[in-house]
């Protein structure tokens, strides 16, 4: 069966779902070409996500902390759109507000997911 061409999707309702533990991400699209879905990092944590195949889009709905690509770190809040490119190391720390944001990986350049 396949996906329906267009879907509308609530934040406030898929943020008001809760989260599990200090780092948990709630996929609620998968597609061939690309993925969403919301993303929490617990005040106080480190998330150590390494790196990934797919290029990945967040977008800071609540909370603040810092991410680091690579060697370099910057201070994100609320409103921060951040753009991490496929295979770069990156990670959340510093987490000073328990952080809310909704990420979309696209598909892995090498094909689809």
């Known amino acids: 069966m396949s996906s329906p061409a267009w879907q509308i999707?609530?934040?406030k309702a898929l943020?008001?779902?809760?989260h599990q533990g200090n780092v948990d991400y709630q996929e609620f699209l998968r597609e061939p070409t690309m993925s969403c879905g919301?993303?929490?990092v617990k005040a106080?944590?480190?998330d150590m996500q390494?790196?990934?195949d797919e290029d990945e889009l967040y977008v800071v709905i609540e909370g603040r902390g810092?991410?680091?690509v690579g060697?370099?770190?910057r201070e994100v809040g609320p409103g921060a759109i951040m753009y991490v490119r496929a295979s770069e190391e990156h990670a959340f720390f510093e987490v000073q507000e328990d952080?809310?944001?909704?990420v979309l990986f696209a598909a892995p350049r090498s094909g689809m997911r």
């Open 44 to 46: 106080g944590s480190t």
């Open 71 to 73: 060697d370099e770190a």
């Open 66 to 68: 810092s991410l680091r």
């Open 38 to 40: 919301i993303y929490y």
């Open 99 to 102: 952080m809310t944001m909704l």
């Open 15 to 18: 943020t008001a779902r809760g």
């Open 9 to 11: 999707f609530d934040l």
């Open 50 to 52: 390494g790196y990934h």
